[in-house]
């Protein structure tokens, strides 16, 4: 049974940082990796997609990269704002299409502080 | 652009009642699904749907149903409400099974 890890639960750092989650998963056969974000009492915010063919996606101030065989996959935020306070998981989907259901890791819950 | 809309925001039940949660979308999407999200436990997948008049099990269905008659709606029955379905639930949809998931701002449920 695939599982998925966040550390740490919870990251406060100041304004202008830039930093790093982290999310690993036991089982390597999966198809894509998706980072979302979720505000509180919001859904969630698809914010990168990367395929297990790809090592790393980015949009903005967002790096995704993803190492399938070592079972990691990290998001990188630079020059933190306050306004990417939120919690962030991660998923990952299996290679196999029976079900297709994402496992989510239970996120970060980040706080910039101004 | 609406998205994924669910309602209502907010419900209370009494154990035993049944009720109906709405998720509808506007994007024309194949896949649609419902989690639950509860505290040290994540996102749970209960039912999904690959399309109108398709709909299959996720990893905890039990004490719900749902149906897929169209490819806007996706609702979500509670049968026989009980306090362990005390969880927010979100509503998800995708273009098809492997592109990225668009969410609900989902329902709390109480049930007392």
């Known amino acids: 049974k695939q599982e998925v890890t966040q550390i740490p639960a919870a990251l406060s750092v100041p304004e202008g940082e830039n930093l790093v989650l982290n999310c690993s998963f036991t089982?390597?056969?999966?198809?894509?990796l998706q980072w979302f974000r979720q505000d509180p009492g919001k859904g969630l915010t698809s914010l990168l997609l990367?395929?297990?063919?790809?090592r790393e996606q980015t949009s903005g101030r967002l790096n995704a990269s993803l190492d399938k065989s070592s079972g990691r996959s990290t998001l990188y935020i630079a020059a933190s704002q306050p306004g990417d306070s939120a919690t962030y998981l991660c998923?990952?989907?299996?290679?196999?299409?029976?079900?297709?259901?994402?496992?989510f890791g239970e996120g970060t819950q980040l706080t910039v502080n101004p | 652009n609406a998205g994924v809309t669910q309602t209502p925001k907010f419900q209370v039940l009494k154990t035993g009642q049944s009720m109906t949660l709405q998720c509808a979308q506007d994007m024309n999407h194949e896949y649609m699904s419902w989690y639950r999200q509860d505290p040290g436990m994540g996102l749970r997948l209960i039912h999904y749907s690959v399309g109108a008049g398709i709909t299959d099990q996720g990893e905890v269905p039990n004490g719900y149903n749902v149906s897929r008659s169209t490819t806007e709606d996706f609702p979500l029955r509670l049968l026989s409400a009980a306090p362990s379905q005390t969880s927010v639930y979100f509503c998800?949809?995708?273009?098809?099974?492997?592109?990225?998931?668009?969410f609900g701002n989902g329902t709390r449920l109480t049930v007392t």
């Open positions: 998923a990952v989907r299996p290679e196999e299409t029976s079900g297709s259901r994402l496992t």
């Open positions: 998800a949809s995708s273009a098809w099974l492997y592109s990225p998931l668009h």
């Open positions: 990367i395929q297990s063919s790809q």
């Open positions: 089982d390597s056969a999966i198809y894509n």
